[in-house]
T-cell receptor, first 110, second 116 residues
Framework: QKEVEQNSGPLSVPEGAIASLNCTYS??????FFWYRQYSGKSPELIMF????GDKEDGRFTAQLNKASQYVSLLIRDSQPSDSATYLCAVNEDDYKLSFGAGTTVTVRA | DAGVIQSPRHEVTEMGQEVTLRCKPISGHNSLFWYRQTMMRGLELLIYFNNNVPIDDSGMPEDRFSAKMPNASFSTLKIQPSEPRDSAVYFC??????????????FGPGTRLLVL
């Protein structure tokens, strides 16, 4: 299984601040990158995917991809208490499989 | 759509017993994945099927684990005999198409397995 590394956290940010999550991956051939959010006791749900170098914005979320550095990040702007969760970075291994990182736990302080 | 359906949601069993987990993927999806999640090892892919055919079972931990997909709307993951180290949350996920193109995987609610 290809390696996907994330800081486990916890990452604590005040409400309204920007939360920045980082992910590095080992396989230069990876083409697709995903961010999943997992609330405690729940299943992972997809919040963002990105295929091309650069930034992709969706509401308060921005994914950033740098294939040369094998680095993908997620920014959460105007963080809300409801954003408190574990965020999983996933990278495609082949046409079907995804490799998941261990996840970064985010806590937004009210 | 009801989403991915898994049953049972919780299972408590004793070591040595057989455990069968069930999954119904989203209608129209042609790929199905079984994952196991623990605090120590995170989310691990056990096996995945495409068009009901097992494609990669390299993540299945040992021969005690087996999975089947007899049709497009049903899959099972069986553990026989179960051991305490099998205690985990088991997720089923489904998708249509290729992970690299349209591969948003939709996860079921999971089955929390506790083996005593």
């Amino acid at each position: 299984q290809k390696e996907v590394e994330q800081n486990s956290g916890p990452l604590s940010v005040p409400e309204g601040a920007i939360a920045s999550l980082n992910c590095t991956y080992s396989d230069r051939g990876s083409q697709s990158f995903f961010w999943y959010r997992q609330y405690s006791g729940k299943s992972p749900e997809l919040i963002m995917f990105i295929y091309s170098n650069g930034d992709k914005e969706d509401g308060r979320f921005t994914a950033q991809l740098n294939k040369a550095s094998q680095y993908v990040s997620l920014l959460i702007r105007d963080s809300q208490p409801s954003d408190s969760a574990t965020y999983l970075c996933a990278v495609n291994e082949d046409d079907y499989k995804l490799s998941f990182g261990a996840g970064t736990t985010v806590t937004v302080r009210a | 759509d009801a989403g991915v359906i898994q049953s049972p949601r919780h299972e408590v069993t004793e070591m040595g017993q057989e455990v069968t987990l069930r999954c119904k993927p989203i209608s129209g999806h042609n790929s199905l994945f079984w994952y196991r999640q623990t605090m120590m090892r995170g989310l691990e892919l056990l096996i995945y099927f495409n068009n009901n055919v097992p494609i990669d079972d390299s993540g299945m931990p040992e021969d005690r684990f087996s999975a089947k997909m007899p049709n497009a709307s049903f899959s099972t993951l069986k553990i026989q005999p179960s051991e305490p180290r099998d205690s985990a949350v088991y997720f089923c996920a489904s998708t249509f198409g290729l992970a690299g193109v349209r591969g948003t995987q939709y996860f079921g609610p999971g089955t929390r397995l506790l083996v005593l």
